[in-house]
C-alpha cells in the first residue's frame, strides 16, 4: 500500500458527460502528479501540483482541468468526455521540496480509477 | 520532446533465470525510478537512484544510474513467477519536477 488513495476506482459513463476524480496523497506529501494510462501504454503526464498551486503542465487537455484544495487532496475534471478518454487515470505524490534532497521526488502511486466511456 | 526508449518491449524467461532491461535516451535526466505495474494496479516503486554510477539493490533488484545520466538498466535474478508484470522507469528532467516514463517492459516468466 503506497499510502495514495484514489476514488473511485471504477467508473463508468457516457460520452459528452463529465467526470471528477479524486486523490488523496501519502501524509506529508505536498505535491499531487496526475497521469492518463491507455490500454497497454505508457504513462502520460498529464499535470502536477504543489501544496495547492499548479506547478507544471504536460499533456493536458483543455476539457480536462485539476485541483488541490488546501487539505492537499486534489480533483481531476474531465468534461465533454469521449470515447478516446477512456483510460486508467493514476495519481503519485511525492513531498516535492527538494531542495537538493532529490529522495523528496520520488513519486508513489496510487490504485487507479478505471474510466470507460461509453 | 524528450523521449525514454525501454527494451526490451517484452520478453518470456524461464523460472530462475536473469533478466535485464535497459532505459536510454538523448537527454540527460538527474533520478531515475524503477516501477513495477501489474494488470490493473497501480506502478509501484521498486528502486530509485538519485546519482549518476549509484548502484542500488533491492532484494533480487539491481539497478544502475549510467555515468552519462542518459541511461540506466534493471537487473532481476533468479526469476520467479511473481515477477510478471510491466516495468516502467521514469527519469526526472534536470531543472524540473518532471518525470517522463519509459514505454515499458512486460515480463513473462515461465514456469
Redesign the interface.
Given at each position: 500500500d503506497?499510502g495514495?488513495t484514489q476514488t473511485p476506482k471504477h467508473l463508468i459513463t457516457a460520452t459528452g458527460q463529465r467526470v471528477t476524480l479524486r486523490c488523496s496523497p501519502r501524509s506529508g506529501d505536498l505535491?499531487v502528479?496526475w497521469?492518463q494510462q491507455s490500454l497497454d501504454?505508457?504513462?502520460?503526464?498529464l499535470i502536477?501540483y504543489?501544496n495547492g498551486e499548479e506547478?507544471?503542465k504536460?499533456n493536458i487537455l483543455e476539457r480536462f482541468s485539476a485541483q488541490q484544495f488546501p487539505d492537499l487532496h486534489s480533483e481531476l475534471n474531465l468534461s465533454s468526455l469521449e470515447l478516446g478518454d477512456s483510460a486508467?487515470y493514476?495519481c503519485a505524490s511525492s513531498d516535492?521540496t527538494?531542495g537538493g534532497r532529490?529522495?523528496t521526488?520520488?513519486?508513489?502511486?496510487?490504485?487507479?480509477t478505471?474510466l470507460t466511456v461509453l | 520532446g524528450q523521449q525514454l526508449n525501454q527494451s526490451p518491449q517484452s520478453m518470456f524467461i524461464q523460472e530462475g533465470e536473469d533478466v535485464s532491461m535497459n532505459c536510454t535516451s538523448s537527454s540527460i535526466f538527474n533520478t531515475w525510478l524503477w516501477y513495477k505495474q501489474d494488470p490493473g494496479e497501480g506502478p509501484v516503486l521498486l528502486i530509485a537512484l538519485y546519482k549518476a554510477g549509484e548502484l542500488t539493490s533491492n532484494g533480487r533488484l539491481t539497478a544502475q544510474f549510467g555515468i552519462t545520466r542518459k541511461d540506466s538498466f534493471l537487473n532481476i535474478s533468479a526469476s520467479i513467477p511473481s515477477d510478471v508484470g510491466i516495468y516502467f522507469c521514469a527519469g526526472q528532467l534536470p531543472g524540473t519536477y518532471k518525470y517522463i516514463f519509459g514505454t515499458g517492459t512486460r515480463l513473462k516468466v515461465l514456469a
Open positions: 503506497s495514495v505535491s502528479y497521469y501504454q505508457g504513462l502520460q503526464f502536477q504543489y506547478r507544471a504536460g486508467l493514476f516535492g527538494s532529490r529522495s521526488d520520488t513519486q508513489y502511486f496510487g490504485p487507479g478505471r | -
